[in-house]
C-alpha cells in the first residue's frame, strides 16, 4: 500500500465516518497551494470553506501567532487579558457595530445569536415568556448543533437527531411575500446567509436583503446575518450584506475570523441587543482566548487595508468571465456568485460534482462538490492569477474530457 492508501485506511478505522473527503492526505500548505505526503502539489479551490480567506499558512498571521504563543494562550474570561479589548472594540468597529460575544465555532456564533435575539425578545421587545420566534430560510446551512439542525431542511442533516427545538419557522429563501406573512407580535429575530454557501452559493433576488431589513425595521424583529461563510472579504467586500446597502442588527461571523490558524467566532452587535446579557448566563472557556483574539486582530488589521476584498473583486471577475465561458457548450448548466466564490452546475451527463471534484484532484486542484451535481469554488483571495487560470484551465478540461 502507499503512504496515502495507509493513512486513509488508519483514519477510515479509527474516524467516525461522518465525512467522505477526498483521497489525497496532505502534509502542508502555503498560500493557494497544498502538498500531499507522497510530494504531490495540488491547487486549493476551497480554502477550508472560506476559513482560509487569507490562504494556508499565512505569514503574517502565523507570525502573530508565534508572538501570542509564547506569552500567553489562554485566561478563560474569569479574568481579563490584554488583547481582550481591542480584540472587541476592532471587531465592532469593522463592523460598525459596538458589541461582540466571542466564542469559537461558526455553528456556536449562531446559537449565541438564538438566545441573544430570545433574550431581547423578552427583556426589550416583551414577547410572553416562551413564545419567542426565530424565522430563517429553507435551503440555509447555520451548521449541525440539536437547535440548529432543527431549523435545517436538510434531510441528511436532520435525520434521527430528534426530538428538535421549536421556535423556528422556515420560509423560502429570496420570498419577500412569504418573509411578511412568517413575521408576528412573537418573532424576535430573522436569521439569513445573505448568500447561502451550502446550498451551492444562492444569491437571493436583488432587493431582497433590503426588503428583508426594512420588514424586520417595520416590526421591531432583529435582522440577524450569518456572514460566517460569506463575510470577511469573500464576496469582493467586508460583507455580503454590503452589496445591497443593507445594516443587519447584528453579524454572525466565524470561519476566516480565525485566520485559518484556530476556531474564532462572534456575534456582533449594538449595546442594546448585546447588552441584554448578565454575568453567567452565556459563556465559553475558550470564547476569546488571547491567541483568538492576536490571530483574530491580525486578520480585522489585513481587512482593514481594504487589499483583500478588492483582490476577491477583481480576481472573482476574472472568475465569473471564465466560468460565463463554459456556460453550454463547456458542460457548466449555471453559474452564481459573488466576488472569488461560485457554485458551478455541471451537466449532469457529465458527472455528478463528486465525479468532477475526484477527475480535478487528478490534475492538481482541489475542489468540493455541494448537492448533486455543484462544484463549489472559493480559492483562497491570495491566489495568484495564472494560478486561478491554471485551475479554472483544469475545469475546463474535466469537463471537455466528460463531453
Ligand atoms: C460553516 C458555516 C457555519 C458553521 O460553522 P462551523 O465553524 O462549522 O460550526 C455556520 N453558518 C454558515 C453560513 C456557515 O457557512
Known sequence: MTATEDLIA?????????????????ASAEGAWMTDVEGRRYLDLLAGYSALNFGHTNRRLVEAARRQLERVTLTSRAFHHDRYAAFCA????????EMVLPVNTGVEAVESAVKTARKWGYRVKGVPA???????????FHGRTTTVISFSTDPEARADFGPYTPGFEIVPYGDLTAMRSALSENTVAVLLEPVQGESGVIVPPAGYLPGVRELTRERNVLFIADEVQSGLGRTGRTFACEHEGVEPDAYVLGKALGGGIVPVSAVVSSAEVLGVF??????????????ACAVALEVIAMLR????????AALGERMHRRLAGLRGTGGVTAVRGRGLWAGVDVDPRLGTGREVSERLMDRGVLVKDTHGSTVRLAPPLVIGEQDLDWGLDQLAAVLEDAG
Not at 416562551?130 to 440555509?140: C, L
Not at 448578565?278 to 491567541?291: A, I, M, Q, V, Y
Request: hydrophobic letters at 40%.
Open 90 to 97: 476592532e471587531l465592532a468597529e469593522l463592523c460598525g457595530m
Open 278 to 291: 448578565r454575568p453567567g448566563e452565556h459563556g465559553s472557556t475558550f470564547g476569546g482566548n488571547p491567541l
Open 305 to 312: 487595508s481594504g487589499e483583500f476584498q478588492a483582490r476577491a
Open 130 to 140: 416562551g413564545m419567542a420566534k426565530i424565522v430563517v430560510a429553507g435551503g440555509n
Open 10 to 26: 488508519a483514519a477510515d478505522a479509527h474516524s467516525a465516518p461522518t465525512y467522505s473527503p477526498l483521497p489525497v492526505v496532505v
